[in-house]
């Protein structure tokens, strides 16, 4: 990453103290669309935190933009994509890092579960920055825009600024996610067995829907090829199908009726 430039201090202290007082989901969004545009430019911010190793992990989505609020997206849908952007922060040696955003739009896609995805097909760069696991869970932030090339200092921003986001976060409750609901007893009985499915087993599937193999999953989740060929004969065994094609069709089928 290139050389940040540090924000003014003076407008910096501004405004810090003005989101001091941020309890609402609202709030938040408008002290993020005010004047921390100018350092961070960003259409929406997506915050995930939990267990990240085990897959078990929750998120939160503040935009503006029809479609792309947390009670748009369920679960299974968002948490390939904050899984994805915690693995690129670990790489980058947990740092600030840009990454390119439209690889959302694939992942997105390849998933056809019908959510309203257009607006976050549209962003070309995610920048991203966390908070390491501690007594706390970890926790990790993505802002999302639709600049490219982004400021030079807008990593060093995120940096300074994700302390008070994280602490309005940490006072109001998470917004509701979107709900899968069956239309037929049958799908409701396959839904079930996807639910049982763990948040890295789902993350494993939306990878394979893209047509990558164990090696590549590995690579791409920073676990062993040993580990994703469990994780598969688990998810065989849970969606009862015998190979990778009949998982991704009936995961396809159960997000139809979602």
């Known amino acids: ?24 989901h609202e709030q938040l969004w408008r002290w993020l669309r005010g004047d921390v545009q100018r350092w961070l430019p960003h259409q929406a911010m997506m915050v995930g935190w939990g267990d990240f ?7 939160d989505l ?13 679960e299974a849908s968002m948490s390939p994509l904050v899984g994805y952007f915690r693995d690129c922060w670990v790489a980058a040696q947990q740092q600030p890092c840009i990454v390119d955003a439209s690889l959302c739009g694939e992942l997105v896609r390849s998933r056809g579960d019908g959510l ?7 962003m070309k760069t995610a920048l991203v920055h966390g908070i390491p696991r501690g007594q706390e869970a970890e926790r990790v932030f993505i802002a999302f825009s639709r600049e490219d090339p982004l400021p030079c200092g807008a990593g060093l ?19 509701p996610m979107r709900r899968a609901s069956s239309a037929s007893d049958d799908s409701s009985k396959h839904a079930l067995r996807a639910a049982a499915l763990s948040e890295r087993e789902r ?49 396809e089928r159960m997000s139809a009726h979602a």
């Open 157 to 175: 921003a995120l940096k300074l600024l994700l302390p008070f986001i994280d602490t309005a976060l940490r006072q109001m409750p998470p917004a």
């Open 62 to 74: 503040l935009s503006s933009l029809p479609g792309l609020r947390t009670h748009d997206w369920t």
């Open 116 to 122: 309203p995805a257009d607006a976050l097909l549209g």
């Open 203 to 251: 993350q494993i599937m939306a990878w394979v829907a893209m047509g990558k193999t164990n090696p590549e999953i590995g690579m791409i989740l920073d676990i062993s090829e040993f580990t994703v060929k469990n994780h598969m004969k688990s998810i065989f065994s849970k969606l009862d199908v015998t190979n990778r094609a009949q998982a991704v069709a009936r995961l």
């Open 1 to 24: 990453m290139q050389q940040q430039a540090a924000p003014d201090a003076d407008q910096f202290l501004k405004i810090a103290a003005s989101g001091v007082s941020v309890t609402r």
């Open 53 to 59: 190793g085990a897959g078990a992990f929750r998120f």
